[in-house]
């Protein structure tokens, strides 16, 4: 059966009208596709770029917390420390005013001469030997002369040990400290060091806790107490 040409156009029409259909349908599809595929890529940029400037935004933090935990702890090791060196020198003032005194007593004989037997009194007991031998300052000799009297007798009161103490004309102790004794035995090999300046040392060393709880009153960081 031959088509006539008002059943061509038609056929041809109704061609046409589906191809643009199924192109538009395409196209739409496309379209809607390309739109979903950029909703997801623009999500998961921005997600990308949240999470960059949230990472950024913790480091920073991260470091400045730190800088300040950092700078805190400078300022309190200075503070500390300069608040300990204070202290220290307070305390070096007093022991250099008890060095003062000290050389202020060795000037007045009725205050000084018992001090002094009483130092070779000590000496004596500490070595325990039938001969010893004194050293003192060329100053002193004369009134160590006398104090030796007191200190025998009193070794020997307490011993009931016999004992000879000679003051020694040849070698003399520093001219320039506060006073007091060396009591050396017979063989010269053993030295009892009794200076005024040795005391004050053994005395600060041990009083200085009481003196810093005294003055400065208990330490924050001190968990226990001699």
Same mark, same amino acid.
């Given at each position: 059966?031959?088509?006539?040409?008002? =059943?061509?156009?038609?056929?041809?029409?109704?061609?046409?009208?589906?191809?643009?259909k199924?192109?538009?349908?395409?196209?739409?599809?496309?379209?809607?596709?390309a739109?979903?595929?950029?909703?997801?890529e623009?999500?998961?940029?921005?997600?990308?770029?949240?999470?960059?400037?949230d990472s950024?935004?913790?480091q920073?933090?991260k470091?400045?917390?730190l800088?300040?935990?950092i700078?805190?702890?400078t300022?309190?090791?200075?503070?500390?420390l300069?608040?300990?060196?204070t202290?220290?020198?307070?305390? =070096?003032?007093?022991?250099?005013?008890?060095?003062?005194?000290?050389?202020?007593?060795? =000037? +007045?004989?009725?205050q000084y001469?018992?001090?002094?037997?009483?130092?070779?009194e000590?000496?004596?007991?500490?070595?325990?030997?039938?001969?010893?031998?004194i050293?003192?300052?060329?100053?002193?000799?004369?009134?160590?002369k006398?104090?030796?009297? +007191?200190?025998?007798?009193?070794?020997?009161?307490?011993?009931?040990?016999?004992?000879?103490?000679?003051?020694?004309?040849?070698?003399y *102790?520093?001219? +320039?400290?506060?006073g007091?004794?060396?009591?050396?035995n017979?063989?010269?090999?053993?030295e009892v060091?009794?200076?005024?300046?040795?005391? *004050?040392?053994?005395?600060?060393?041990?009083?200085?806790?009481?003196?810093?709880?005294?003055?400065f009153g208990?330490s924050?960081t001190?968990?226990?107490?001699?």
């Open positions: 059966m031959t088509l006539s040409d008002e =059943q061509v156009k038609s056929e041809l029409s109704k061609m046409q009208a589906f191809i643009e199924e192109a538009k349908e395409k196209a739409k599809e496309i379209k809607l596709k739109d979903e595929e950029y909703e997801i623009k999500a998961s940029i921005v997600r990308s770029e949240t999470a960059a400037i950024t935004y913790e920073k933090l470091k400045a917390s800088a300040q935990q700078t805190k702890s300022i309190g090791n200075k503070t500390r300069r608040i300990l060196s202290k220290d020198e307070v305390l =070096q003032d007093i022991f250099d005013d008890a060095e003062k005194e000290l050389k202020k007593i060795t =000037q +007045d004989k009725k001469k018992p001090v002094l037997s009483g130092l070779i000590e000496g004596l007991l500490a070595l325990l030997e039938p001969k010893v031998s050293k003192v300052r060329e100053q002193d000799v004369a009134i160590a006398e104090a030796i009297t +007191d200190a025998a007798k009193n070794f020997e009161d307490k011993t009931k040990f016999k004992v000879e103490v000679t003051v020694d004309d040849k070698d *102790l520093s001219k +320039d400290i506060a007091g004794v060396v009591v050396v017979g063989t010269g090999k053993i060091d009794n200076t005024l300046e040795e005391r *004050l040392k053994i005395l600060s060393e041990e009083a200085l806790p009481a003196i810093r709880l005294e003055l208990p924050a001190r968990k226990f107490f001699d």
